[in-house]
């Protein structure tokens, strides 16, 4: 068969780690070659990956919730935290350096936060408790 006046677009992906701007992050277009629209996206997959273990603290249930609704709560905050966890995979599978050490940079600093958090909780009750019995 013969197929005549066709075009094809196609869209070459790097197979293999490189550095610059001239990347595809998650859908044609963007950064588009553009050094602003890169740094933008090295930023937003940045928080994107700080948001992705921020959310991996599960949320508490409030005292008076059904089962029904904490359960439904949590697995809101789940769903969303593995969407974004994709989309960090997503965009690290383009192979951009940059991309993949914002990525790990996010998720380094999103663990700190939490870890952070958890460790001043537990320092106040500790003083809290230490307090009380003196």
């Not at 490189?18 to 992050?25: A, C, Q, R």
């Amino acid at each position: 068969m013969l197929i005549s006046n066709c075009t094809i677009n196609t869209i070459s992906m790097q197979k293999n780690l490189f550095w610059g701007k001239d990347v595809i992050i998650l859908f044609p277009g963007w950064p588009d070659h553009n050094l602003g629209m890169y740094i933008l996206s090295l930023a937003f997959v940045f928080l994107l990956a700080v948001a992705v273990e921020v959310l991996s603290v599960s949320p508490v249930v409030k005292p008076g919730w059904s089962p029904f609704a904490g359960a439904l709560n949590q697995a809101a905050v789940y769903a969303l935290r593995v969407a974004l966890a994709y989309l960090v995979m997503l965009s690290v599978m383009s192979y951009n350096l940059g991309i993949l050490i914002l990525a790990v940079a996010g998720n380094v600093l999103g663990f700190f936060l939490v870890k952070y958090r958890a460790l001043v909780v537990a320092a106040r009750a500790d003083a809290s408790i230490n307090a009380s019995k003196a």
